[in-house]
């Protein structure tokens, strides 16, 4: 290997202890992640935005403070990132991969975007993704669809898939993703990667461009736990520009990695939810999620069986509540101050340019999803769809109450099935819908859930993930259960899973 790809392969820790000792300087870190993605971004697609000038701006002014003799800014100071495209970032094309925003490039950064560059860490570029984060499989996107490194004919999840993409061939170690029903750990476990949805309000939301304001949370995506930990750390706090900001500490998920890689798990309760797994969940999946269970077992953790009666009705509840709030959300895209303007000749109205350009400017996963929360919303269904999803909310959110009462954390499959075709499920909405059946629960009750790599799947040799689950606020459980687990699982099979991943063909970047 030559140099630039061994920095490639190396974790955010070891990348930034090599800046920090001066091993390796930010900017030759930068150059080769960029070089990177040059190489083979072309057949990937995980970017829609490379910003090559602004990373090696960003790394030379890491490699100028250490030379000035000040200590890094962050622990990550320095370890490049990539950013999925619905977070703004200034000066920079941020357009949700929808048409509607096509070209606009924002006045402002995210809250997240101000918290990576206080901390050193070095973006890279802007990341593909299903349309304004409504999609399973990144092939909503209207530039279109990102491979899975691991078969490019196969989809890298959604609609986080860029991100983890990115992961997987190894053009960035870290990653920012977006989870709304599933978005951060459904990629995460289709591509081998580590990715973290915090307690709802645990990452600000200033900045990130909406779908479901309920339901929205930034959060890590990494290829170990302790680097998604330390990207946590990094990005999480209060801010007052977000109304559903909680105002705590951060939660010290660093801490809880290394507690969970060294004293370990002992006397942990587990509990195995009964309702997510079974009939719908592919062989493979459930031989390795069986696998996980035995692991922890053997690592002293009690392994008990808890019930969540309400989980069956969550898919058709979060179908109802999230395509209500994308209705609401996507209603500021109406070509009259921003973005996608089609007709503007002088000989229409407004209504009709802004009824051209909507029709123009979304696609058609946009358009049904906006069509069925406009029906839910209407007068006259608002009690009997959105009303009574928001119950079966409530329901599902005492379902938890009572099983963290038996329970640390909670554990299932992150997804029923591995990697499908890339097209296989498109012209199916419901076939789509049901990827997220296991990663929806959590989303709906607000309450922090991860995905780590467990292993390849024995029926198509293609990435596993196994989600762990904790209370509000429990962000320490679940990474301490985590790192143990990775740890250990690792130890077991002698490798890593991304230490798997084919070489990606080199096709010139976009």
Request: charged residues 15%.
């Amino acid at each position: 290997m030559s140099l630039n790809e061994d920095l490639t392969r190396l974790s955010a820790t070891d990348l930034a202890a090599a800046i920090h000792t001066g091993e390796a300087s930010a900017v030759e870190v930068a150059a080769a992640h960029l070089d990177r993605i040059a190489t083979v971004d072309g057949a990937v697609h995980a970017f829609l935005h490379v910003d090559r000038e602004g990373a090696l701006a960003q790394a030379a002014a890491v490699d100028a403070a250490r030379a000035a003799g000040n200590p890094p800014a962050s622990p990550l100071a320095g370890v490049p990132l990539a950013l999925k495209d619905i977070v703004v970032q200034k000066g920079v094309p941020t357009t949700a991969a929808s048409k509607i925003l096509e070209g606009w490039i924002p006045p402002y950064d995210a809250t997240i975007t101000t918290k990576l560059k206080q901390s050193g860490i070095v973006i890279l570029g802007k990341t593909n993704l299903d349309e304004f984060a409504m999609g399973s499989s990144t092939e909503n996107s209207a530039y279109g669809p990102t491979g899975n490194p691991w078969d490019l004919t196969r989809i890298p999840g959604g609609s986080g898939g860029g991100s983890a993409a990115a992961l997987a061939a190894f053009e960035a170690p870290l990653a920012i993703g977006t989870d709304t029903g599933g978005s951060i750990r459904q990629p995460a476990a289709v591509t081998g990667a580590v990715g973290a949805k915090p307690t709802y309000g645990g990452v600000s939301r200033y900045g990130l461009i909406a779908l479901a304001s309920s339901l929205d949370q930034a959060g890590p995506c990494a290829r170990t736990v302790l680097d998604a930990a330390l990207l946590h750390e990094a990005i999480a706090g209060h801010d007052p520009r977000d109304s559903t900001s909680i105002p705590e500490p951060v939660p010290a998920v660093v801490q809880a990695v290394r507690r969970g890689q060294g004293d370990g798990i002992k006397g942990m309760r587990i509990g195995v939810v009964t309702q997510l797994g079974g009939e719908g969940y592919q062989p493979g999946v459930l031989d390795s999620f069986r696998a996980a269970v035995a692991q922890l077992a053997d690592l002293g953790a009690e392994i008990v069986e808890v019930s969540c009666p309400h989980f069956q009705y969550a898919l058709a509840a979060y179908y109802l509540i999230q395509p209500s709030e994308c209705s609401s959300n996507l209603a500021r895209f109406d070509a009259m101050r921003y973005g996608l303007r089609v007709g503007d000749d002088g000989n229409h109205s407004a209504e009709e340019v802004m009824v051209a350009t909507r029709g123009a400017g979304f696609g058609a996963e946009a358009k049904r999803r906006i069509m069925l929360g406009t029906y839910a919303l209407s007068a006259g269904y608002y009690d009997a769809y959105y009303g009574s999803a928001q119950k079966v909310r409530t329901l599902i959110k005492r379902d938890f109450e009572a099983a963290f009462g038996a329970a640390h954390v909670l554990i299932s499959p992150t997804t029923p099935v591995t990697a499908f075709k890339i097209g296989e499920k498109v012209d199916d909405p419901m076939a789509m819908y049901l990827n997220d059946l296991a990663t929806i629960p959590a989303s709906l009750a607000g309450i922090p859930a991860m995905s780590v790599p467990s292993g390849l799947a024995a029926d198509t040799s293609l990435p596993a993930g196994l989600q762990i689950m904790a209370p509000a606020l429990g962000e320490q459980a679940m990474y301490r259960v985590a790192g143990a687990y990775e740890q250990a699982r690792n130890a077991a099979a002698g490798f890593t899973l991304l230490d798997r991943v084919a070489e990606v063909p080199t096709v010139a970047g976009r």
